[in-house]
């Protein structure tokens, strides 16, 4: 029986995707406990493999919303791992009466078991009544699972991380409660487009290119150029605008416990972009071939100053603006934190834990005539290799939720551009002590010597500056008090802890504050990230202080009080 619907299969992959015809389907009631049929999905790299699957229950069948076919799998492709994330969505055909092979559903969840072997499928009738484009963005219905059911689900994955900056990730991930499957692999480029037949590996994708991130499975059925995955939500929200991609299975990793935070999955890297996932609904996520969704490129560019090394990486992030973000989560946090420390690690090829440097980010949008940028400086002398990521990770986690979080209104972007320059040691120093030079006259700038010593080498310099007195000052005896800026805090990018900062929610999502009213509030905003990193100096309170000097290549940290004659 395998060897007729194998080829029907390999038939169906030969053949243009849009061309695949619609395989027949069989009602739930007609699949008959105790049938032998056969299962298909991917379990190494793309070549869709069968395995046994033996009828063993039909459960509530008199609702088609919660109805599932109890069943057992056996075969080389599934002996020695069982079921587990991944192989959602794989479909099963059995042989009716007629000696024609049909699709009854799709694998959908597990039940505990261990070793992985007994699961539930999703009827193929409730996968196909998921409408391929929902009619609004309003989230899907939620259905109750069997008791003692779990979906198989497959948590995100990132690929194309370094191995120990991917094993940090998907730790701090975890204790977030948000699991991510952290792969150093990229699979995008590496192979031929692959035909999204049933059985096929296959991707929801937030970004495509060099991060990419997206959800694993198989695809349950196509009719020419529709397709239904999974056998079940992936996040239940209705409309939806993501990449729909094939898959790469790099293995099944083998967990037969099949507990929740410990089961057997399949290790996979999304792909080839082929179209767009439209639909997120309880039975089945849903898509198109051919057009792609709406995105804008995240350039990440990094800049090693001290040998002239570069290394930059684009991705493109798929754009639900105009579907109402219908997660509430956008994924451009995660793809921009994690692409600038993937960028600064990989340029430096090893970093001492005492660095300096810039960053800017600049942000493109629709409503927006001219791009908003800002620029940052930072010093950080850290008691760890490349402490200086961490100090970014906050900065960029800071413009990324920003942009997400206009609420009067949809800011469509249309490109972010992240540039970091960084260097090996501190330049910094601490005021040790200042004097003023010359005369000091109400709207004239006097001069004023700073003595300085300078982080860790110890080394003692001066530096004249030049200040301003305001007309506002009265003649006589003043106070000027001059404030440095402190050093920036580090962190270690290949610390679980450190990286959590990327998985917490926005401090202001929960409260009364409804944010900027406007566009133009949101640029505003946006451009108050620039951070004072000069020397403030003040003649009367401490709110009246304003930047007197700045050194772009050196950070001055401390203060001092000095008594200044003030002449007419």
Not at 293 to 322: C, H, K
Not at 447 to 471: A, K, Y
Not at 540 to 545: D, E, F, I, P, W
Request: aromatic share 4%; charged share 20%.
């Amino acid at each position: 029986m395998r060897r007729p619907l194998v080829a029907a299969v390999l038939a169906a992959l030969i053949a243009p995707a849009s061309a695949v015809a619609a395989p027949p389907i069989m009602a739930l009631k007609d699949v008959t406990p105790g049938a032998l049929c056969t299962g298909l999905t991917v379990v190494q790299g793309t070549t869709i493999t069968s395995f046994n699957v033996r009828i063993l229950d039909v459960m509530d069948a008199q609702s088609l919303d919660a109805a599932r076919i109890l069943v057992r799998v056996s075969g080389p492709a599934v002996d020695d791992t069982g079921i587990g994330p991944g192989f959602s969505g794989s479909p099963i055909y059995c042989t009716g009466g007629d000696g024609v092979s049909r699709n009854i559903g799709a694998i959908s969840e597990s039940i505990g078991e261990y070793g992985g072997k007994t699961v539930l499928a999703r009827p193929i009738e409730a996968i196909l009544a998921s409408p391929v484009v929902p009619p609004s963005s309003l989230p899907t219905a939620a259905h109750e699972l069997p008791i003692g059911a779990r979906s198989l689900a497959t948590p995100l994955t990132i690929a194309g991380l370094r191995p120990a900056f991917a094993t940090a990730l998907s730790r701090a991930a975890a204790k977030a409660g948000r699991p991510i499957i952290a792969s150093v692999a990229n699979a995008r480029g590496t192979f031929p487009k692959q035909p999204l037949v049933p059985g096929a590996a296959v991707a929801v994708g937030e970004t495509s290119g060099a991060i990419a991130i997206g959800a694993a499975g198989t695809v349950a059925y196509a009719d020419g150029g529709n397709v239904w995955l999974f056998g079940h939500e992936l996040d239940g929200a209705g409309r939806r605008s993501l990449f729909l991609q094939d898959a790469f299975v790099h293995t099944v990793v083998n967990q037969p416990l099949n507990l929740s935070d410990v089961s057997t999955y399949k290790l996979a890297s999304p792909g080839n972009d082929e179209g767009t996932v439209t639909g997120d609904g309880d039975a089945a996520v849903t898509g198109q071939l051919g057009a792609l969704p709406a995105g804008f490129p995240l350039r990440v560019a990094a800049r090693d100053l001290d040998t002239g090394r570069t290394r930059g990486l684009v991705t493109q992030i798929a754009d639900e603006a105009d579907v109402g973000e219908p997660t509430g989560i956008p994924i451009l946090d995660l793809a921009a934190s994690t692409s600038v420390v993937q960028a600064v690690l990989s340029v430096l090829s090893g970093g001492p834990a005492r660095q300096s440097g810039d960053m800017c980010i600049a942000v493109r949008a629709r409503e927006l005539t001219d791009k908003m940028r800002v620029c940052n400086t930072y010093t950080v002398d850290g008691d760890v290799p490349n402490a200086f990521t961490g100090a970014l990770i906050a900065d960029v986690g800071e413009a990324t939720r920003l942009l997400s979080t206009f609420r009067f209104g949809v800011l469509h972007l249309t490109s972010v551009e992240i540039s970091v320059r960084v260097r090996r040691g501190v330049r910094q120093a601490f005021i040790t002590g200042a004097s003023v030079r010359g005369k000091a006259r109400r709207g004239k700038r006097m001069t004023v010597r700073l003595r300085l010593r300078h982080l860790r080498t110890g080394r003692r310099t001066t530096r004249d500056i030049r200040i301003r007195v305001p007309r506002s000052v009265r003649a006589g005896r003043r106070t000027l008090r001059l404030f440095g800026a402190p050093g920036d805090v580090g962190a270690d990018p290949l610390d679980d802890s450190s990286l959590s900062i990327i998985f917490e929610d926005d401090p202001g999502a929960d409260t009364d504050d409804p944010g900027p009213d406007s566009v133009e509030g949101i640029r505003d905003a946006f451009l108050a990230l620039r951070r004072q990193d000069g020397l403030a100096g003040t003649f009367g309170s401490l709110s009246a202080a304003r930047q007197v000097y700045r050194d772009p290549a050196l950070r001055i940290t401390g203060g001092a009080r000095l008594r200044v004659s003030i002449r007419r």
